[in-house]
């Protein structure tokens, strides 16, 4: 898949496609796990592309387990902050495009669900975590959920519903007593 949002250009290839023609004039390679791994033991292979004007400028390419379907890679750009959110299995990451940087590198247990994005935050669904960044990914709040559960938001601010335990806070500072976490 290739998209455009504004002047950054996307491609996505995920499985056994062809990606070595990303690869040719990049700026930043990144790779995490075995690439030349069977897809049974190691996962599936995703390539993400992204540059002004094409795809070369950061290339990363890792594997993943998706649990057969259920936890997908996901990607969300903000385009007015340069930056890139990475979500696949259970890895997150996050970049600069200007230069291209990685900025962080973390962790969700079980997997990882969806992006969304709030004027100026950045939430993070995954199976038992619900994270939220600002749009730059400075870390805002973390909280633990258990399925089945789901947010909506109401202006400025989020009603999220564990098991039928719903709590309402501002998306900005996230539930009581949760904050940014290393």
Known sequence: MRLQVGEWVLEVRQGDQPF???LT???LVETFGHLKGRKDEDGEL???GVG?????ELVVLQRFESHEGVFGPGLL????????????GTR??????NGPTRLWEEFTEVGFSFWDRVGGVVLMSAELEFTAWTTRGDKLWTTFVEPPWSYRIEGDFLELDVMGRVSRFPVLTGPTGTGPTE
């Open 20 to 22: 070595a023609h990303l």
């Open 25 to 27: 004039s990049s700026s």
């Open 46 to 48: 995703l390539c993400i």
């Open 52 to 56: 002004r004007r094409k795809p070369t």
């Open 77 to 88: 750009l903000v385009p007015e902050a340069d930056m890139l959110f990475i979500g696949a």
């Open 92 to 97: 997150l990451l996050a970049y600069n495009l």
